[in-house]
T-cell receptor, first 114, second 110 residues
Framework: EAEVAQSPRYKITEKSQAVAFWCDPI?????LYWYRQILGQGPELLVQFQDESVVDDSQLPKDRFSAERLKGVDSTLKIQPAELGDSAMYLCASSRTDHNEKLFFGSGTQLSVL | AQRVTQPEKLLSVFKGAPVELKCNYSYSGSPELFWYVQYSRQRLQLLLRHISRESIKGFTADLNKGETSFHLKKPFAQEEDSAMYYCALSRAYNTDKLIFGTGTRLQVFP
């Protein structure tokens, strides 16, 4: 069964450094999501793409976070500069359409900012 | 604003006992409700959605608009049901994001 791929699995960085996460959705899935999950909380949407276009980035801290999906396939989420409060699990998910279709999640990237 | 509340962080039961994981939501419109599950060392995955009206792994959930609830139930818990369960909401008929609750960890003891 096809899966959403994410890398790296773990990332440790110092505050003020730049970090980047990569996500490759299931082939043919037009919608891609980046969620952040802080320990003890549920996932919170950071950004949603429909093909290469941003549909929702209302919760993305745009002063330090950026996301792109240039060719409408894989995506990169960047943080610059990282802050201590950014320590969390970053989850990528994809779905066939943007109309509440079933979301398939990746394994996530666990970020620790020291 | 939409919100999902899961009042229990941890629910512990013995094998064979009934299980009910509570989920309440706040949304004035017409919602779509989901239950996602994460087993140990596995990815977050969809368990069921209310519009499907189906039973998955013996679990069912009924949307009660009057009580704004979507509780997950299973009559006889199994050890393999031990996992983290998240209730989630999105606005129906809309290209909207999923809003997750904080999750309930279910522990089923032998």
């Amino acid at each position: 069964e096809a899966e959403v791929a994410q890398s790296p699995r773990y990332k440790i960085t110092e505050k003020s450094q730049a970090v980047a996460f990569w996500c490759d959705p299931i082939s043919g899935h037009a919608t891609l999501y980046w969620y952040r999950q802080i320990l003890g909380q549920g996932p919170e949407l950071l950004v949603q793409f429909q093909d290469e276009s941003v549909v929702d980035d209302s919760q993305l801290p745009k002063d330090r976070f950026s996301a792109e999906r240039l060719k409408g396939v894989d995506s990169t989420l960047k943080i610059q500069p990282a802050e201590l409060g950014d320590s969390a699990m970053y989850l990528c998910a994809s779905s066939r359409t943007d109309h509440n279709e079933k979301l398939f999640f990746g394994s996530g990237t666990q970020l620790s900012v020291l | 604003a939409q919100r999902v509340t899961q009042p229990e962080k941890l629910l512990s039961v013995f094998k064979g006992a009934p299980v009910e994981l509570k989920c309440n939501y706040s949304y004035s419109g017409s919602p779509e409700l989901f239950w996602y599950v994460q087993y140990s060392r596995q990815r977050l995955q969809l368990l069921l959605r209310h519009i499907s009206r189906e039973s998955i792994k013996g679990f069912t959930a009924d949307l009660n608009k009057g009580e704004t609830s979507f509780h997950l139930k299973k009559p006889f818990a199994q050890e393999e049901d031990s996992a983290m369960y998240y209730c989630a909401l999105s606005r129906a008929y809309n290209t909207d994001k999923l809003i997750f609750g904080t999750g309930t960890r279910l522990q089923v003891f032998p």
